[in-house]
């Protein structure tokens, strides 16, 4: 199983980045995939998270209307449109997946890909 996600880099804070995490190994039109993120001496947490068919999507409140999750089950690939984006929202993002759906605990995620750091300037 590999997730690998990319996009990350320093961009200013306004400022919008796109995250991708492509997926091999395991049937990914059958899985949930999230995005979570974390920074140092904190817990990784939920940020946006897209049902197996895409029909669903489901964000941290703090970033509905700025972020944007959508999936390519023919390309086997999910997206994290970020806008307007914040210096409190440096972070590591990992992108996860979960056979059972979307949650919102990292324990509850089967796999999860490497991590791409974004950091927002002030």
């Known amino acids: 199983v590999q997730l690998q996600a990319s996009g990350g880099g320093l961009v200013q804070s306004g400022d919008s980045l796109r995250l991708s995490c492509a997926a091999s190994?395991?049937?990914?039109?059958?899985?949930?995939m999230h995005w979570f993120r974390q920074v140092p001496g904190k817990e990784r947490e939920f940020v946006a998270g897209?049902?197996?068919?895409?029909?669903?999507?489901y964000y941290k409140n703090s970033v509905k209307g700025r972020f944007t999750i959508s999936r390519d089950n023919t390309k086997n690939t999910v997206t994290l449109e970020m806008n307007s984006l914040k210096p409190e929202e440096t972070a590591v993002y990992y992108c996860?997946?979960?056979?059972?759906?979307?949650?919102?605990?990292?324990?509850?995620?089967?796999?999860w890909g490497q991590g791409t750091l974004v950091t927002v300037s002030s």
């Open positions: 996860g997946a979960s056979g059972a759906g979307v949650y919102y605990k990292e324990s509850e995620l089967d796999y």
């Open positions: 897209i049902s197996w068919s895409g029909i669903n999507q």
């Open positions: 190994g395991f049937r990914f039109k059958d899985y949930g």
